[in-house]
């Protein structure tokens, strides 16, 4: 099969390519399904973070 004679090594692609081909599929659903809010301590830490950069 697929010019690789040992059925181990060929089922191990296989499984490989089905695994990333899952991957991207659940990926693709779950795009967008986080919620991209900013919390006050997510400013907090940004400005925390830009005053450091900003000393340096």
């Known amino acids: 099969m697929l010019g690789i004679p040992d ?6 692609y296989l ?3 089905l695994m990333a081909i899952v991957s991207l ?6 795009r967008n399904a986080a ?4 919390t006050p301590v997510d400013r907090d830490w940004a400005i925390e973070e830009r005053k450091a950069d900003h000393d340096l």
């Open 25 to 30: 599929i659940y990926g693709l659903v779950r």
């Open 35 to 38: 919620p991209d809010e900013i």
């Open 15 to 17: 499984g490989c390519i």
């Open 7 to 12: 059925p181990w090594v060929a089922t191990a």
